[in-house]
Each structure stands twice: as structure tokens, then as C-alpha cells.
């Protein structure tokens, strides 16, 4: 049992690695359509109808994989990640609320313009899933400024509990074990052909990929490093 676990420990810290690139992705895209709107107000001084949703989207996107990094982190770092240690970030207490807003009520939380600036217009009020009446009080920093403050202080926190880890950890593990690639070379993805022509050589195959392994903490540690340059040098 105790190989199970520190198997899927090794493949939650690489899925961590994979959503720590996506809340990246989803970071630039918010930044990168806040500063085409600065750009382009002076030449349109209104915005598209469809412009708001190029924003709300991957706001949604990057706000739901707060809870993702929340959840898969705490499986396998020492310290779990809690939303108390969220709430204490800048802008936490509201990312943590307007989240559920929007994965619960459809709630699009971005729905302010002025002179190319995308704002929160105004606090939110909803009913949690007990009956409770939540007022969630809006940012009055612009979309660009609180989505980048709040994302800096979140490297921040996953980078240091990921360092809690050290360099000693047990998470470098095979990238993919005996069983499963007996289930790929088993299933209708491979060729007649090409399962023939590997078939004596399976066990060679598994002996070679049981070699690969890769440290998913250093990974994650060198894309968190990546995301804040980012953010200081768009800041």
C-alpha cells in the first residue's frame, strides 16, 4: 500500500507541475487582453461586445485552478494548503469568495470598464450553500493590477511549501510503470503490426522506461520561478 501511495503522491506532484503552467497560461491571457484594451482605448473608446468574455473566461479559468493547486498540492507537500493560507495573500479573500460565486451561481465577477481599465463594479452578494447571505466585498484595484498582486503572493506561498520538501524527497519516481504500459500496448491505440513487432521486446521496454524519471518539485519550483519574472516584468 505504501508503494500505491508514494506512486500517486509522484503523479499528483507532476499533475501540480502541469496546472502550476496552466494558471500561467491562464495569467498572461487575463494580462494580455487587459493591455490590448489600455492599448487600443485611445483609437475605440468603447469596448466590443465580445470583448468581455475574452477576459471573463480565462479569469474563471485561473480563479478554478486556485482550488486545483489548493487541492492536488496538499495530497503530497508536507504542509497542506489550506484557503486560511490563501485568504492572507492579497486579494485572497476575494479570489477564495468569487470563485464560488462563479462555480456555484455562473457569476462572470468582471463586469466593469473605464478608460481601457476592466474593474469589479461592485461587491458581490449571493447565498453560500448553506443559506448564508455573503457580501464579497470587489477589489478597487483594476482586473490587471489584483489578478498580477494576488498571483505573485500565490508563487510565493506554493514555493515555499514545495521547499519544505527539499532536495531528499521521494516524489522522482518513473514517469510510467510495468502495468500501465502493458495496458497501452494492450489497447486498440497501438497497431496489430506495431504490437507484434514490440511484443518480444516488452520487457526491455519496461526495464527502459522504468529509468525515466523526472523531479516534478524541481519543475514546479522552475515554473513558479518563470511566472514571477513574468509578473515583474509586465508589473
Known amino acids: 500500500m505504501e508503494e500505491k501511495v508514494l506512486k500517486a503522491n509522484s503523479w499528483v506532484a507532476n499533475y501540480f507541475n502541469s496546472k502550476v503552467c496552466e494558471y500561467q497560461h491562464y495569467l498572461e491571457q487575463v494580462v494580455g487582453h487587459c493591455d490590448t484594451s489600455l492599448a487600443g482605448f485611445s483609437q475605440n473608446p468603447l469596448p466590443g461586445v465580445n470583448d468581455l468574455t475574452l477576459l471573463t473566461y480565462p479569469f474563471g479559468s485561473l480563479s478554478n485552478i486556485v482550488q486545483t493547486l489548493k487541492d492536488g498540492g496538499s495530497v503530497f507537500l508536507p504542509t497542506p494548503i489550506t484557503w486560511a493560507d490563501i485568504k492572507t495573500l492579497r486579494h485572497g479573500e476575494f479570489f477564495y469568495l468569487s470563485r464560488n460565486a462563479s462555480t456555484h451561481d455562473g457569476n462572470p465577477i468582471i463586469n466593469g470598464w473605464v478608460d481601457g481599465k476592466y474593474y ?70 497501438i497497431p496489430e503490426d506495431v504490437r507484434k513487432l514490440f511484443s518480444g521486446q516488452l520487457d526491455v521496454i519496461k526495464e527502459t522506461a522504468g529509468q525515466i524519471k523526472v523531479d516534478p518539485v524541481a519543475k514546479a519550483l522552475e515554473q513558479i520561478r518563470k511566472g514571477v519574472e513574468y509578473i515583474r516584468r509586465v508589473s
Open 120 to 189: 469589479v463594479a461592485h461587491d458581490i452578494e449571493r447565498f453560500d450553500g448553506n443559506g448564508k447571505f455573503i457580501k464579497i466585498q470587489r477589489p478597487v484595484e483594476d482586473v490587471r493590477t489584483f489578478t498580477l498582486e494576488f498571483s505573485l503572493d500565490l508563487y510565493g506561498l506554493l514555493a515555499a511549501r514545495l521547499t519544505l520538501l527539499g532536495d531528499d524527497h521521494q516524489l522522482i519516481q518513473p514517469l510510467i510503470g510495468p502495468s500501465e504500459i502493458e495496458q497501452i500496448m494492450g489497447s486498440q491505440m
